[in-house]
Structures are given as C-alpha cells and as structure tokens.
C-alpha cells in the first residue's frame, strides 16, 4: 500500500484530487468509482473548483456509485444521487447518462443487484474506486461479516452505520434500514483504489486496515490484498501508525 500522510483534511482532499485530476487528463474516458458520506466532501469541492479554474473536462468520463439507500426517491435531500449532484455532478461537464448509482426504487432489487453489476463489467470495469471507510472497518455498505465474494447486493445497515449517518436526517427513524452496495468482489476488481481517511476518529480503523488480522470481521482488511492501494490520509488518522 502507498500511503500519502497530509497535514490535514483539506490538503488530503486537494491531494485525493490532484490524484484523480490526472487520471482524469490522462484517460479521457476512465471509469471512476465514486464515494459519498461526509470525507470526499473536499476532494469533490476540489475537483469542482478545478474544473472552473484550469477547464479539467469530464465529457467522456463514466461514474460509478458505491451504493444507494433503498426506499429514498433519487430526488430525496438524503439520497446519494442528490448527494452526487449536489456535490459534484451539477457543476462539472459529466454527461447523466454516464454517471451511476443503484436504484434503491427498483421493482426488483434482486434484479437491480444483478444489472449494476453487470453494467459495470459492461463499462469495462472500474478504473479508479474512491472510498471512505466506515468506524466498523465497513466499505460501501459492506458491514462486518460480509463474505469477501461479495458482489452487488441488499444489505442491512448495521446500527452503529444508521447512528453515524442519522446525522444527516431529522432522527434516527428516518434512516433507511437496507441499502445496495457494490460487494467486497465488486470493489476488488478496480485496477487501483484511492482510500481517504481524515480524523482521530478514524485512527484505530486505520491501523486495524493495515496492520490487523485479514478478516471478513473487518472488511477493509480485504485491501491489504489489492495490488494497488493508495491511502491518503492526514496526521490524525495516521496517529496510531507512528
Ligand atoms: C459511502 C460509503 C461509506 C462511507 C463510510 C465513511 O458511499 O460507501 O462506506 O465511505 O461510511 O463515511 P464518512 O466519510 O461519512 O465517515
């Protein structure tokens, strides 16, 4: 793993996207697998302020998701495509149709699962997956004990994931139980992975992921195995790795 230390939030968001503002020139078509929740804030503010700036073009890029809450409207404040659009998409020259998320509305989920998955094989598969990381060790929506063969699937949001993310919604209640989320094997097949992490908070995390035990109790964990991980992570996450 090639870990990136910054002195802070805003130089790792800057750096996150410096790194992908070249992958981006470089590869006018890339598939870039995206992340929501509070840590890629900046890299997106970033990129925005980027693209106004030196004209950094996104007009055959494709976006991938992570993962969508089910039961939530895609035009619903929480929901992670509004979250997208408002963040990113809206203000770049990324084209709709080229950006996805799962539908957490489909019919069938079942079915749902199975042709996001497939789109992304589809597309060539990811290029570059952008992740977060949850207290629990969790990417995506993949909680502690999800088998490391994972592809798309249904979840239930464990209850430590539904307190950490209640502070987007008016209580607790109205967070959304189930989510889909590209599976442990989905996340795996990128060709490279740009995971940011931020905050005291997130230290002991980030210790387990590169130095604990490889274990499906730990999803992260998975990564220690992935060919090509880059972390970029400020002095208080890497607290604990001194
Ligand atoms: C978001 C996602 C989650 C978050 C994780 C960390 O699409 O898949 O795994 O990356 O929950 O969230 P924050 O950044 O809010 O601490």
Excluded at 7 to 20: I, P, T, V
Excluded at 91 to 111: C, F, M, R, V, Y
Aim: glycine share 8%.
């Amino acid at each position: 793993m090639n870990i990136i230390e910054t002195a802070n939030y805003e130089e790792m968001s800057r750096k996150a996207a410096d790194y992908l503002v070249k992958l981006v020139s470089a590869k006018k078509d890339a598939v870039l697998g995206l992340a929501t929740g509070s840590t890629p804030h900046g890299l997106y503010s970033e990129m925005v302020e980027d693209h106004k700036m030196n004209g950094t073009s996104y007009e055959q890029i494709r976006t991938v998701n992570l993962d969508e809450y089910i039961g939530l409207p895609s035009t619903d404040p929480n929901s992670y495509h509004t979250f997208m659009r408002k963040r990113l998409f809206d203000w770049i020259d990324i084209k709709s149709e080229n950006t996805h998320i799962p539908n957490g509305q489909a019919g069938s989920l079942e079915k749902e699962c199975l042709r996001y998955e497939q789109m992304i094989e589809n597309l060539g598969g990811i290029d570059l997956q952008v992740l977060g990381i949850g207290h629990n060790g969790h990417i995506g929506f993949n909680e502690p004990g999800t088998s490391f063969n994972s592809s798309t699937h249904v979840v239930e949001l464990a209850e430590s994931t539904k307190k950490a993310n209640s502070r987007f919604f008016a209580s607790l209640d109205e967070v959304p139980t189930q989510a889909i989320t590209m599976g442990i094997k989905t996340i795996m097949k990128s060709k490279e992975i740009l995971l940011l992490v931020s905050g005291s908070s997130k230290a002991e995390t980030l210790q387990k992921l590169i130095h604990g035990p490889f274990t499906e109790d730990f999803p992260a964990s998975i990564l220690q195995r992935h060919p090509n991980v880059t972390i970029i992570a400020d002095q208080d996450a890497l607290s604990l790795l001194r």
